[in-house]
Every structure is written in structure tokens, then in C-alpha cells.
């Protein structure tokens, strides 16, 4: 499945004449599997041994580069560095405040959530994004234990 999707983005990037660098490729892939919304200093020393030549900034970039076309999220939040989503569909985070976990939330029930807005404030909405705040049940069981 993940490879699939690794798959498509590229044959979209590669329509839109971006060229595949082995290093673009693996960042990519590394988002696609990580699951993990890794930071850009989490996705460079993962690859940083794969790839010793590659700098931090290599990473900084292709992560604009994705967020351009759409493929990636950027998830800016202002106590810590900004995390990065693979995005084939829309969804939602929960987020640990003792850990910083961050885990989707797919909620299709939330869709209208963007209408039903523009008819109560007259506002042409572009895009939302829902954070929910928590502890994830690790945390909760070392706090339990303490």
C-alpha cells in the first residue's frame, strides 16, 4: 500500500516535470511510511547514513517543495520545530501534550463543517484543520504508574 503511494506521487511529480533525485525519492517515501509526522531533523538522521552528502537544507527544501504541489502538509504549531503529514486524504490530529504523539483522526463527518460555515458568516472558506488536544494512552499509563 505504501509503496503504491509512493508510486503515485511520483508519477504525479514526474507529469509535472519534477525531477526524481534519490534523495527526493527517499524523503518522500520516508513520509509516506514513517507514519510518525516527522520533523525535517527527524527525516534528515534517519537518511543521513544512506545519504552522508545530503545536507539539512536538501531536506528543508524538498519539504517546501512538496507542500507546494500539495503532497505534504507543513504542521507549524509555536512551542516546537514544524512537523510534516503525508497527505492522500483529508483527516485530522490528535495530539499528546506530554509527548508530542501525533496521531490522524479520519472523521468524514467533518466535510460540512467548511459550508456550514460560509452560510453562517458569509466567509469563503479555502481550508480547515482541526487539532484535538489530549494525552495518547502511553502517557496515560506512566502517569497511572507514577
Keep these: 500500500m505504501a509503496n503504491q503511494v509512493v508510486q503515485e506521487a511520483v508519477k504525479k511529480m514526474k ?12 524523503i ?33 527544501n524538498n519539504l517546501r517543495l512538496f507542500t507546494d504541489i500539495g503532497f505534504v502538509t ?14 492522500s486524504t483529508k483527516h485530522y490530529h490528535a495530539i499528546c501534550e506530554e509527548c508530542g504523539k501525533v496521531e490522524d483522526v479520519f472523521y468524514p463527518g467533518l466535510d460540512d463543517v467548511e459550508s456550514a460555515t460560509e452560510q453562517l458568516t458569509g466567509f469563503i472558506i479555502n481550508d480547515h484543520r482541526l487539532e484535538l488536544y489530549g494525552i495518547c494512552p502511553d502517557c496515560q499509563k506512566k502517569l497511572e504508574n507514577n
Design 15 to 26: 507529469e509535472s516535470d519534477i525531477r526524481i533525485t534519490p534523495q527526493r525519492f527517499a
Design 28 to 60: 518522500l517515501e520516508y513520509l509516506v511510511v514513517s507514519k510518525s509526522h516527522p520533523t525535517a531533523d527527524e527525516i534528515y538522521k534517519h537518511l543521513e547514513e544512506r545519504f552522508p552528502n545530503m545536507s539539512v537544507a536538501t531536506v528543508y
Design 74 to 87: 507543513e504542521m507549524a504549531y509555536g512551542d516546537s520545530s514544524s512537523r510534516f503529514d503525508f497527505t
